[in-house]
C-alpha cells in the first residue's frame, strides 16, 4: 500500500518501523525535534525513507495515499487532505474519547483523579478528535506514575496495535461512533504548572507528578520549582 505517516517523536518513529516491516511504500510528514525528542525526521534519513517538514495540508501529497496515519502530529490535517485517501485516515489520541479531546490528554486525567487512563484510534475527520472509534483501551493509573511514565507506558501500549488498526482501515472498518462524556483542552501547560492554594493536598501531589517530564521545568509555587509533596509542604510551611 501507499502509505504516508504524519508523525512526531518517539511514538512516530516506533509507527515508521512498523510500517517499514511491513514493506509498505511510505512517505513522512513530520517536525523538526529539539534535542530531547526522538527524530523522527533523523530516523526517515537512517532507513531513506523520504520525508517533508511542511504542513501536510499545505503539500502537495507525493502521491495518492491509500492510509494516512497520524501519530502524535502536531498540526490539524485539512479536510482536502482527508478526502484524499477516501477518508482512510486515523489517528492515535492518549485519552478513552471522548474525554479529553484537544490536548495535555493524560495530563488532565492524571490531575483530575481518574483510576484509568487509556488510548484511541480513531477516524480523522474535520473535528477535533470527534471521528469515530477504531480501536480504544482501556489501561490503569498507578499511583506512581510521574507524566513521563505515563506517556510511554500508553504509547507503547498503543503502539503494540498500530499494525491491527492499519489493517482495520484498509480494509473500510467503519469504526464507531464515541459514546460518554465529552471534555476538551486547549494546547498549553495546564494551569500554567502553576500549584494553587485552594486544591487539597491529594490534588497538588497528582499534579506535582503530572509536571515530571524531564526536561520541562516541574511544578512550581509562588516561583519555587516543586518536585514532590513533600518538598511543598516544607516550603509551605516556611512561607506561613
Known amino acids: 500500500m501507499n502509505i ?83 477518508k482512510k485516515i486515523f489517528n492515535l489520541h492518549p485519552s478513552l474519547l471522548p474525554k479529553y479531546r484537544g490536548c495535555s490528554s493524560l495530563a488532565w486525567a492524571y490531575i483530575n483523579g481518574d483510576n484509568e487512563v487509556g488510548y484511541t484510534y480513531h477516524y480523522v475527520n474535520k473535528g477535533i478528535d470527534t471521528g469515530k472509534v477504531i480501536l480504544q483501551k482501556k489501561i490503569p493509573l498507578e499511583s506512581f ?14 503502539l503494540e496495535d498500530f499494525g491491527e488498526v492499519l489493517k482495520l482501515v484498509s480494509e473500510g472498518f467503519p469504526g464507531y461512533n464515541q459514546i460518554g462524556k465529552t471534555s476538551y483542552h486547549k494546547r498549553g501547560c495546564p494551569y500554567n504548572g502553576e500549584i494553587k492554594e485552594t486544591w487539597d493536598d491529594n490534588k497538588i501531589n497528582r499534579f506535582i507528578k503530572t509536571m515530571i517530564f524531564p526536561p520541562m521545568k516541574p511544578a512550581t509555587y509562588k516561583g519555587e520549582k516543586i518536585y514532590n509533596i513533600n518538598e511543598f509542604k516544607k516550603i509551605r510551611n516556611d512561607m506561613k
Open 145 to 158: 506514575d510521574n507524566g513521563s511514565t505515563l506517556y510511554n507506558k500508553i504509547m507503547f501500549y498503543a
Open 4 to 86: 504516508i505517516l504524519c508523525g512526531y517523536n518517539w511514538s512516530g518513529c516506533k509507527a515508521l518501523k512498523i510500517l517499514c516491516g511491513m514493506g509498505h511504500n511510505i512517505f513522512v510528514y513530520t517536525h523538526k525535534s529539539p534535542y530531547y525528542i526522538p527524530s523522527l525526521e533523523d530516523y526517515c534519513k537512517e532507513l531513506d525513507i523520504d520525508y517533508s517538514l511542511q504542513n501536510i495540508s499545505d503539500s502537495v501529497l507525493p502521491f495518492i495515499p491509500d492510509v494516512i496515519a497520524s501519530i502524535y502530529y502536531r498540526y490539524i490535517i485539512d479536510e482536502k487532505i482527508i478526502n484524499t485517501c477516501n
